[in-house]
C-alpha cells in the first residue's frame, strides 16, 4: 500500500481500456447471456406441455385423422429434433415472430406493441412514487433508530410487502373511486373521452403534447390510484432496503469524519449518509421495478388497465400459451435490461468504477 | 497555560440494562505545542477520551467531569455550539484514511466543506487554500489531488490528505486516533514526523492516541498510560520510559523489542 | 531501544487471540441459535406474529369443526351480505363464505410450509454442492440459479404453471422451481468462506476429511441463516400461490381458496365480502409469517444477517 508500490504499479501496467467502458462491456455480456438463457426457458416450457399442441390448434375432429395430425406437425416443425426446433423458434424471436394468440388469431408482438405503453405509464408512475416515498421513509427510520418513528416505519413496511397487491387493488378501486369518487374509474380515461394522438402511447405525455389539458387531468387522475396501489410493495420493499443501508453507511468513519469536521447536520446526512447510501440502494430499485412488474400482472386487470398486465392474465385464465410465454419473454427481457441499466448508473455514480 | 484540561472524566455507555464505565474519573492537560500520547490497549477508554473532546461520544451514554477547553466547559456543551468548535476549533484524524473518506466525493470538495462552511469563503479561494495546504502536508501534485477520488491514493498519502483536511480552518487542538496503525511500516515513520512537524509549526495541542508504546516514544512529549478507562500512570517521556512506577507502563515499555527496564 | 517499533505489545496480540478463541464459530453458532430463537418470539412483533400464526394453525386444525357450512355447497341465495346466518355472506354461487375461508387455509398454510421446505432443502443442498466442488459445478448451478432471478418470481412461476396446466400440484412446482435459488446463493456464500477458514483447515489438519468438517461445524452455521430466510419466505410463498390461484393457474375450482376467492369477488363491487375477506387471510397470514422472520432475523450476526438481506425477492 506503499506510495512507492503503488505508482509503480500504474506506470508498468497501464490499463489498455478505460474502465468504464470494460465495466459496460461486459455487463451488455451478461445481459445478452441472460436474454439468451430466457429464450431457452421459455422455448423449453412450451415444450413442456403435457397436451399435444397439434390437437390445441386443430380441434378433437381433425385431431383424430392421423394424416393431418402429421400433415401439421410437420409444417408445425414439430417432427424435427427438440435442438432444430429451438433455432427455428430463435429465428422466428429474432424476426419478432413470437407466435399467434390460440383465442383471437392476432400476432402476440402486435399485441404487445400494442399494450405496452400503459404499463410503461403505469410502471413509470409506480416507480417514481416508490422510490421517492421509499427512500425518505428508510432514511428517516435509521436516523431515528429505535424511536417509536422508526418502529412505526419497520412494521407499516412489514405489512405493506405482505399484502396481495390485487386485494389492495379491489379494496382501494373499492374505496377511492366506488365509495368516495375521489379518482378516476376503471381503464386509462374516462369512456367519453377520446385517448390523445398517439407519440409516446403514455396518455398523460401524449395529452400534454396535444395540449389538451382535460385529456391531461382525466389521464393523471386514472393512473394515481393504480400506481400508488402498485408502489404499495415496492414502497415497503425500499424503505426496508434503505433503512438497512443507512444503518451500514452511519457506523462508517466517513460519516464520524464528518461530523468532526463540524458540518451542518443537514450536511451530513444528505452529503454523506445519504449519498454513501444511495449505490446499494440503486441495485434494488431494478429488483423493484421486477416486483412491480409482477405486480401489474396482477393489478392491471382489477382496473381494466389495458397494459401487459391485464393481456398476460386474459392470457392465463383461457390458457393461451402463446401469450402467456411471449408476456415471460417480453417481461424477462425488460427486467434484464432495467437491471443493465441500473448497473450503468451504479457505474457512473460510483467514481470506484468511472475513474481509475 | 494547557490549552485543554480534563478533569474527573467519567463516561458510561448503556446498552440494554446494564450499563458499562468506559472512563473512570480520568485528568490530563493537552498543551500548545506539545505532543500529548495516550497509551493502552484496546477498550482502555483512549479513543473515546479522544471522542469526548469532539463531543461525539455514541448515543446514550452519560458524560461527567470537566473538559476546559481555553475557558469554554466542553462537557455538556449544546450540540450546536460544539458543532461550532469542531472542525474550526477542534480537529480530528482517524485510524484508518481509507474509510474517513467518503469515497464518491472528491479529495478538493472533502476537505475543503468545512472551511467553506466554517468561514463561508468561495469555492474557488477554498480550492486555492486546499492546494496550499496539500503542499504543507507533503501531498505529491496538489494541483491534481483535488480532482481526484480516495480510492486514487494509497493509505499513506490519504492520511496527509487527512492530516490537511484537519488543519485546514487552522485549530487549536488535533486528536488523531491511532493515525499510523492502518498504514504499511514503511510510512508510519514519514506521517509520526508529519504530525510532529505539524504541531511545532502551528503551535497545535496534539492528543494522539496509540496502542503502541514505540510510536509515543519517539514522538510523546507527555504521555498518558490507561488501562480500563483509568489513568493508571502520566509523565513526560523521559522520565516515564526509564523509570516507569506502574506494573501495566513496565509490561508495555517490555514489549518492544531491545527494551530493558531496570528491575524496581 | 528502537524508536518505532513494527511489533505490537503483547497485550494487543493477546487480546486478538482470546478474541480469535472466543469465535470458535462451531459453539457460538449453536449457542447463539439456542439461545435466540425463543427471545425472537419475546419482540413485540415476534409475539403478534407467533399469535396470529398459532390462531391460524389452530383454524386450519379444527377446520371441519368450525366451518359451519359445507365449503361446496350451493345452499344459500347467491351474493347475501353478511348477516346472522352466514357470518362473512355468501359468493356468486350461493356458498357460504366464511365456510369457504375457514376450509382454504387447510390447504393454503400446508402447501406454502411444503413448498418451503422442498426449496430450502433443495436450494441449500445445491448451494453447498456448488460452494464445496467449486468451478464447473458452481458455474452450472449458479448460472442456472442467475436465469432464474433474471424473471420476476411471479412472472416464472406464471409462465411455468400455466405450461403444466392449472392445479394445486403444479402451483406448488411452480414455486419450488422458482425459489430455491435464493437458499442456494446462501448456503453457496457460507460455504465458501468457511471451507477457506481456519477451522475446517484446522480440522483437516486432525485428520477429518473436509466434507465431514463441512457437515460437522458449517452446518450448525447454516441452519439459523436458512431458517430465517424460509419463515420470511413462507409469506412470499403464500402470496405467489394466491397470485397464480388469481390467475386461475392454482388451485382448480370449486376446490376453496383466498386468491381464487378474490378473483371471482373483484368484479363484484356490490358484494365486497367476497374479496375482502380471504384477502384479509392472506394479509394476516403473511404478516406474521414475516413479522417472525424480521424478529429472527435481527438476532443472526450482522454479516449473516446482510447475507439473508433485506429483500427476499
Not at chain 2, 519517539?218 to 522520565?239: K, Y
Request: aromatic share 8%.
Amino acid at each position: 500500500m506503499s506510495v512507492s508500490a503503488t505508482d509503480q504499479q500504474k506506470n508498468l501496467r497501464p490499463p489498455k481500456i478505460h474502465p468504464l467502458l470494460r465495466f459496460i462491456l461486459v455487463r451488455i455480456g451478461i445481459s445478452i447471456l441472460l436474454i439468451w438463457g430466457v429464450t431457452v426457458v421459455t422455448f423449453l416450457m412450451t415444450n413442456l406441455v403435457p397436451t399435444d399442441p397439434v390437437a390445441a390448434i386443430l380441434g378433437d375432429r381433425a385431431a383424430a385423422d392421423p394424416e393431418i395430425v402429421a400433415q401439421t406437425r410437420e409444417r408445425l416443425g414439430l417432427d424435427q429434433p427438440l435442438i432444430v426446433q429451438y433455432f427455428t423458434y430463435l429465428g422466428n424471436l429474432l424476426q419478432g415472430d413470437l407466435g399467434v394468440s390460440n383465442q383471437t388469431r392476432v400476432p402476440v408482438l402486435e399485441s404487445i406493441g400494442q399494450v405496452f405503453p400503459a404499463s410503461i405509464e403505469l410502471g413509470i408512475g409506480a416507480i417514481l412514487l416508490s422510490v421517492i416515498i421509499g427512500l425518505l421513509l428508510g432514511l428517516l427510520s435509521a436516523l431515528k433508530q429505535n424511536t417509536i418513528v422508526d418502529h412505526a416505519i419497520r412494521t407499516l413496511s412489514l405489512i405493506g410487502i405482505s399484502a396481495p397487491t390485487f386485494w389492495i387493488a379491489a379494496v382501494g378501486y373499492f374505496v377511492f373511486f366506488f365509495k368516495l369518487r375521489l379518482v378516476g374509474g376503471a381503464g386509462r380515461l374516462d369512456p367519453w373521452m377520446t385517448p390523445p394522438p398517439r407519440v409516446t402511447g403514455l396518455y398523460t405525455v401524449d395529452s400534454l403534447l396535444a395540449g389538451q389539458m382535460a385529456t391531461f387531468t382525466n389521464a393523471l387522475g386514472h393512473l394515481i390510484l393504480p400506481s400508488c396501489v402498485l408502489a404499495l410493495f415496492t414502497i415497503g420493499l425500499l424503505t426496508r432496503f434503505s433503512r438497512s443501508s443507512v444503518l451500514d453507511i452511519i457506523k462508517l468513519d466517513y460519516v464520524t469524519a464528518a461530523k468532526a469536521k463540524g458540518l451542518a447536520p443537514r450536511t451530513v446526512v444528505f452529503k454523506y449518509i445519504f449519498r454513501g447510501a444511495l449505490v446499494p440502494i440503486i441495485t434494488v430499485v431494478g429488483l423493484a421495478f421486477g416486483s412491480l412488474l409482477s405486480g401489474a400482472v396482477l393489478t392491471e386487470t382489477v382496473f381494466a388497465w389495458n397494459g401487459l398486465g391485464q393481456y398476460a392474465y386474459r392470457g392465463a385464465t383461457t390458457l393461451d400459451l402463446p401469450v402467456i410465454m411471449g408476456v415471460g419473454l417480453v417481461i424477462g427481457i425488460v427486467y434484464i435490461i432495467v437491471n443493465f441499466v441500473v448497473d450503468l448508473i451504479y457505474g457512473f455514480v460510483d467514481p470506484r468504477v468511472r475513474v481509475r | 497555560m494547557s490549552v485543554i484540561s480534563i478533569r474527573d472524566l467519567n463516561l458510561s455507555v448503556t446498552t440494554g440494562s446494564e450499563e458499562k464505565h468506559i472512563l473512570r474519573d480520568v485528568s490530563f492537560d493537552l498543551e500548545a505545542g506539545k505532543i500529548t500520547g495516550v497509551a493502552g490497549a484496546s477498550g482502555s477508554g483512549k479513543t473515546q477520551t479522544g471522542l469526548a473532546i469532539m463531543g461525539l461520544s455514541p448515543d446514550r451514554s452519560t458524560l461527567s467531569g470537566s473538559i476546559d477547553f481555553a475557558g469554554t466547559e466542553l462537557v455538556g456543551l449544546p450540540s450546536k455550539k460544539h458543532n461550532r468548535l469542531r472542525g474550526r476549533q477542534l480537529a480530528m484524524v482517524f485510524q484508518d484514511p481509507s474509510s474517513a473518506f467518503h469515497p464518491m466525493l472528491s479529495i478538493g470538495d472533502q476537505i475543503t466543506d468545512h472551511l467553506r462552511h466554517h468561514r463561508k469563503v468561495s469555492k474557488k479561494e477554498a480550492l486555492r487554500q486546499a492546494i496550499r495546504i496539500l503542499g504543507q502536508t507533503k501531498v505529491p501534485h496538489p494541483e491534481e489531488a483535488v480532482s481526484k477520488y480516495p480510492h486514487q491514493f494509497s493509505g499513506g498519502q490519504l492520511q496527509r490528505i487527512a492530516f490537511a483536511s484537519a488543519i485546514i480552518c487552522e485549530p487549536k487542538v488535533l486528536i488523531a486516533d491511532e493515525p499510523t496503525t492502518a498504514l504499511d511500516v514503511t510510512v508510519q515513520a514519514g506521517i509520526l514526523r508529519l504530525l510532529r512537524e505539524l504541531c511545532d509549526d502551528l503551535n497545535l495541542a496534539v492528543l494522539l492516541v496509540t496502542h503502541d508504546f514505540g510510536v509515543l516514544s519517539s514522538v510523546a512529549d507527555t504521555i498518558v498510560v490507561m488501562e480500563s478507562g483509568l489513568v493508571v500512570e502520566t509523565g513526560d517521556r523521559e522520565p516515564l520510559i526509564t523509570a516507569p512506577q506502574h506494573e501495566y507502563t513496565r509490561s508495555l515499555i517490555e514489549s518492544l523489542p531491545g527494551a530493558e527496564v531496570s528491575p524496581r | 531501544m528502537s524508536i518505532s517499533s513494527p511489533k505490537q505489545p503483547p497485550t494487543n496480540a493477546d487480546s486478538t487471540g482470546a478474541e480469535a478463541l472466543d469465535r470458535n464459530p462451531v459453539d457460538a453458532g449453536i449457542k447463539r441459535w439456542r439461545l435466540r430463537f425463543p427471545k425472537a418470539l419475546r419482540t413485540p412483533l415476534g409475539f403478534v406474529g407467533a399469535a396470529i400464526l398459532l390462531i391460524w394453525l389452530l383454524v386450519a386444525l379444527f377446520a371441519p369443526l368450525l366451518a359451519p357450512f359445507d365449503p361446496l355447497a350451493q345452499n344459500f341465495g347467491r351474493l347475501v351480505a353478511p348477516d346472522g346466518q352466514n357470518i362473512l355472506g355468501t359468493d356468486t354461487l350461493g356458498r357460504d363464505v366464511f365456510s369457504r375461508i375457514v376450509v382454504a387455509a387447510r390447504t393454503t398454510l400446508p402447501a406454502a410450509v411444503f413448498v418451503v421446505l422442498c426449496s430450502a432443502v433443495m436450494g441449500s443442498v445445491l448451494g453447498a454442492i456448488a460452494g464445496y466442488f467449486g468451478r464447473f459445478v458452481d458455474e452450472i448451478i449458479m448460472r442456472i440459479a442467475d436465469l432464474v432471478f433474471a424473471f420476476p418470481t411471479i412472472i416464472l412461476a406464471m409462465v411455468i404453471a400455466a405450461a403444466l396446466g392449472p392445479g394445486l400440484k403444479n402451483a406448488i412446482i411452480a414455486i419450488l422451481l422458482v425459489s430455491w435459488p435464493s437458499y442456494a446463493r446462501v448456503t453457496r456464500s457460507l460455504v465458501m468462506t468457511a471451507r477457506s477458514s481456519e477451522y475446517v483447515i484446522a480440522g483437516r489438519l486432525l485428520g477429518f476429511s473436509a466434507g465431514k468438517s463441512l457437515l460437522r461445524e458449517i452446518a450448525p452455521n447454516v441452519v439459523s441463516p436458512i431458517v430465517v430466510l424460509a419463515t420470511l419466505d413462507v409469506g412470499t410463498a403464500i402470496l405467489t400461490m394466491a397470485g397464480l390461484s388469481f390467475l386461475s393457474l392454482g388451485v382448480v375450482p370449486p376446490t376453496p381458496d383466498w386468491g381464487a376467492m378474490i378473483s371471482e369477488g373483484v368484479s363484484q363491487f356490490s358484494a365486497w365480502w367476497i374479496a375482502f375477506f380471504p384477502g384479509l387471510c392472506i394479509l394476516t397470514i403473511v404478516v406474521a409469517f414475516n413479522f417472525i422472520g424480521d424478529s429472527l432475523r435481527d438476532t443472526l450476526d450482522p454479516h449473516t444477517a446482510q447475507e439473508v438481506g433485506e429483500t427476499t425477492k
